[in-house]
């Protein structure tokens, strides 16, 4: 057990033998560190959290009470192999949200990137990577061997299917269910997770030049009311578009993926 001597750590936490407890960190009452942790500079364990298995928690998170972080997946196939959750630096993981490691046939490592919220009751399966400022909204559940890209809105009591992903700046309404995978920039709500759009005001709010946003836009009808199937559509756009954001779109659609595509209504 490593513990800077900055540190403060509250006589009611149980630090584990092995735990590596970085500078500033605050460990606050009744939390459990185990002892294959590592916590960066200046993370933050609000009181009662949790936080074990092989997990590395990057600079400045801050984990409120009740959270579980590096638990074992919930997979019946996982049979105790050593797996690891690593989350980046400034995430903010609020009460009652889990995290579990990865599994063998999935990779071994879940992964959550910088600046993320994590919201009251969030939980990411074994296996998903998590992009840069995701935000999954009270009780969101992400589902094992997920890719969610950075700047992903997921609302909440919403869930991910499986093996999904769902690509960067797309914004996924409350209470939906979504199945299968989801383009860049891409609206979806309604129940059972329709694409219904773009999502017009993260792309502005990101600072996105209307060149793009119109070239974004003429790539979408395009994809909804071309000749051909769905993914006819998308290697023609791919061999004429010269707009780097619709490429994001067309190399998405194209690539390997396990599940369909929701395609615009």
Same mark, same amino acid.
């Given at each position: 057990? =490593?513990?800077h001597?900055s540190a403060q750590?509250?006589p009611?936490a149980?630090?584990?033998a092995? =735990?590596q407890?970085?500078?500033?960190?605050q460990?606050?009452?009744?939390?459990?560190?185990g002892p294959?942790?590592?916590?960066?500079?200046?993370v933050v364990?609000?009181?009662?959290?949790?936080? @074990?298995?092989?997990?590395?928690?990057g600079d400045?998170c801050?984990i409120?009470?009740f959270?579980v972080?590096?638990?074992?997946p919930?997979d019946?196939?996982?049979k105790?192999?050593?797996?690891r959750?690593?989350?980046?630096?400034?995430?903010?993981?609020?009460?009652? =949200?889990?995290?579990? @490691?990865?599994?063998e046939?999935?990779?071994?490592? @879940?992964r959550?990137?910088?600046?993320?919220?994590?919201?009251?009751? *969030?939980?990411?399966?074994?296996d *998903?990577?998590?992009g840069?400022?995701?935000?999954?909204?009270?009780?969101?559940?992400?589902a094992?061997h997920c890719?969610?890209g950075d700047?992903?809105?997921?609302g909440?009591l919403?869930?991910?299917h499986q093996?999904v992903?769902?690509?960067?700046?797309?914004?996924?309404?409350?209470?939906?269910?979504?199945?299968?995978?989801?383009m860049?920039?891409?609206?979806v709500q309604?129940?059972?997770g329709?694409l219904?759009?773009?999502?017009?005001i993260g792309?502005?709010?990101?600072?996105v030049?209307?060149?793009?946003i119109?070239?974004?836009?003429?790539?979408?009808?395009?994809?909804?009311?071309?000749?051909g199937?769905?993914?006819?559509?998308a290697?023609?756009?791919?061999?004429?578009?010269?707009?780097?954001r619709?490429?994001?779109?067309t190399?998405?659609i194209?690539a390997?993926s396990?599940?369909?595509?929701?395609t615009?209504k």
């Amino acid at each position: 057990m =490593a513990i800077h001597a900055s540190a403060q750590v509250h006589p009611s936490a149980v630090i584990e033998a092995g =735990a590596q407890i970085g500078a500033g960190c605050q460990i606050g009452p009744f939390c459990v560190v185990g002892p294959e942790v590592t916590l960066g500079a200046d993370v933050v364990l609000k009181p009662h959290a949790v936080v @074990t298995g092989w997990t590395d928690i990057g600079d400045g998170c801050v984990i409120f009470p009740f959270a579980v972080v590096g638990e074992v997946p919930q997979d019946l196939k996982f049979k105790g192999e050593r797996t690891r959750l690593v989350v980046g630096k400034r995430n903010r993981i609020r009460e009652g =949200a889990t995290l579990n @490691t990865g599994t063998e046939g999935g990779g071994g490592v @879940t992964r959550v990137g910088d600046d993320c919220l994590l919201m009251t009751g *969030a939980h990411v399966g074994h296996d *998903a990577q998590i992009g840069d400022r995701v935000i999954l909204a009270n009780q969101v559940a992400v589902a094992g061997h997920c890719v969610i890209g950075d700047d992903v809105i997921i609302g909440g009591l919403s869930g991910i299917h499986q093996f999904v992903r769902i690509g960067r700046g797309a914004i996924i309404g409350a209470v939906t269910m979504v199945a299968y995978d989801v383009m860049p920039h891409g609206l979806v709500q309604a129940p059972r997770g329709d694409l219904e759009g773009l999502n017009l005001i993260g792309l502005k709010r990101r600072g996105v030049e209307r060149s793009e946003i119109t070239a974004l836009r003429a790539a979408y009808q395009m994809l909804a009311q071309g000749d051909g199937t769905f993914m006819d559509r998308a290697r023609r756009l791919a061999e004429e578009t010269e707009s780097p954001r619709v490429r994001e779109i067309t190399d998405f659609i194209l690539a390997e993926s396990g599940r369909s595509f929701l395609t615009p209504k």
